[in-house]
């Protein structure tokens, strides 16, 4: 039984070497990329500063791979068994309620509808929503308010939910938590897989009505699984950091509750970054930036409607990629070392 428990690692000199070939090759494509309208003083900013950010990751996973490795591997073994659970887990969900998983799709429905009335109708009638798209000459296109909104609200939907039961894994699932044999990293994984299918109902219901308003299917759509994996690993890395320590500290999730309203504001959701004079005129654009959910809204907005690639913000991508790791091994190691404790807390 423990040799069938056991957890193999990948070879650390092999896994390693694959590792420093792409942080160097990231690297190399980071300082000999070349964007001639933007500031050259800012371009050798970003340059050093992404520099530093790998060098330091690099650091990172040299002194901490053991335990950087135990959690995708565990993952990794178990596919089938959180494939099981996440299913079970969105079924039961609404399994008591007369009206079963119609609850499910009622909130962000009507929550999408009333930001529709107000910010569509009250606040700018018949007004269509001017969204620059990157390295267009031309100002932008216009599209219909309702859709700008829908495209916005449907990662953030995922994001909010996700984040939420993916942080109180632990907590429901306590009685799986005190069994000896049982991977307990996969219990926040089950509960985001089983908000992603809710997300993609609700990215189908996005197409359909971006199809209805003559945004037809282009070749920019097959981003929006990029950005899909993209937000999900965002999500998973700050669950396991948030999971592991509200078991000690239950008044996180209240903190979390709030700080997902507060968040949801400087995301640009219901607002356009450019329609902001105060923004678009001190060039504060970068700023909120730095909040990893506003270049997934972007890039879900982009991929339906705005015709650009990934690949053409490359500081952005660059930067959200490295937030992320940097998140996923502190939230990992986190988890790791807290683990021996959960039983004896909850």
Same mark, same amino acid.
């Given at each position: ?198 997300? $993609? #109902? *609700?990215?189908?219901? +996005?197409? /359909?009505?971006?199809? !209805? &308003? =003559? ?6 759509? %097959? ?8 937000e999900f690993i965002l ?11 509200? $078991? #000690? *500290?239950?008044?996180? +999730?209240? /903190?979390?509750?709030? !700080? &997902? =309203? ?6 640009? %959701? ?35 409607y705005g015709h650009t ?38």
């Amino acid at each position: 039984m423990n040799k069938r428990m056991k957890i193999r690692k990948p070879p650390k000199k092999i896994f390693l070497g694959v590792f420093y070939v792409l942080a160097l090759a990231l690297a190399l494509i980071l300082v000999l990329h070349q964007n001639p309208y933007a500031d050259q003083l800012s371009e050798i900013r970003k340059k050093v500063s992404g520099c530093i950010l790998l060098g330091a990751l690099c650091i990172l996973v040299t002194l901490w791979y053991e335990k950087l490795t135990v959690l995708p591997v565990e993952l990794f073994q178990n596919r089938k068994l959180i494939k099981r659970l996440a299913v079970n887990d969105f079924k039961k969900r609404y399994a008591g309620s007369a009206m079963g998983i119609v609850w499910a799709f009622a909130q962000p429905v009507v929550t999408v509808a009333l930001y529709y009335v107000v910010f569509g109708w009250l606040f700018n009638p018949d007004r269509g929503v001017e969204e620059s798209v990157r390295g267009a000459v031309t100002a932008g296109v216009k599209v219909p308010q309702v859709l700008f909104l829908t495209a916005g609200l449907v990662p953030w939907f995922f994001f909010s939910e996700a984040l939420t039961n993916g942080t109180t894994s632990l907590l429901e699932y306590n009685y799986l938590v005190k069994k000896v044999l049982f991977k307990i990293s996969i219990l926040p994984i089950i509960k985001i897989i089983a908000a992603m299918f809710m997300h $993609v #109902f *609700f990215l189908s219901v +996005l197409l /359909i009505m971006a199809c !209805g &308003l =003559q945004y037809y299917p282009s070749i920019y759509w %097959i981003q929006i699984p990029y950005y899909m994996a993209c937000e999900f690993i965002l999500v998973l890395s700050i669950s396991y950091f948030t999971s592991a320590i509200v $078991v #000690f *500290f239950r008044d996180l +999730l209240q /903190i979390i509750n709030i !700080g &997902l =309203q507060v968040f949801m504001w400087g995301t640009p %959701i219901l607002w356009n970054m450019d329609d902001i004079p105060f923004i678009r005129d001190n060039h504060l654009q970068w700023f909120f930036k730095l909040n990893p959910m506003t270049i997934i809204v972007e890039g879900f907005r982009n991929s339906i409607y705005g015709h650009t690639w990934f690949y053409e913000d490359f500081y952005s991508s660059t930067y959200f990629w490295l937030v992320v790791l940097a998140l996923f091994c502190f939230g990992a190691v986190t988890f790791k070392r807290l683990k021996p404790h959960f039983a004896d807390v909850l």
